[in-house]
């Protein structure tokens, strides 16, 4: 099965979007966690984000896509880091063959998600 037949990512619209159900606490965090607290946990989130969206308030001024691309960005950019320490990590640790190519691997998709914050952040800085 190819990584697009496996994709998650759905542009019709749902009661509660998926990104939507995992926004308050980033997997990269939740990885620490067994799988019973990770959902304790994302349940908490769901919890605390909607308390937040229900405050008065405009919480940025201007535009609200590119208010949610600018974040995306900064998403994109804590991606693109994360997966260049775990490129490094084949240089400091004893890895399995198998992780340390992942380990590899890593270091060509932190280039891809910094390329694509480059490419998302152009048209943002003309606004």
Known sequence: MSDRQKS???T???AEPEWERHSTFRHTFLAHLSP???EAVEQLGRGLYYFIL???GEPHHGSWTAARLRAT???LRFHANHLAALAQERH???LSRSD???SERAEAWAVQAETLATRIEGPLSQE
């Open 8 to 10: 998650t990512v759905s």
């Open 12 to 14: 019709t619209p749902t």
């Open 36 to 38: 019973d607290l990770a």
């Open 54 to 56: 229900a405050l008065p």
């Open 73 to 75: 960005v900064a998403d």
């Open 92 to 94: 400091a640790a004893s």
């Open 100 to 102: 340390t190519l992942l």
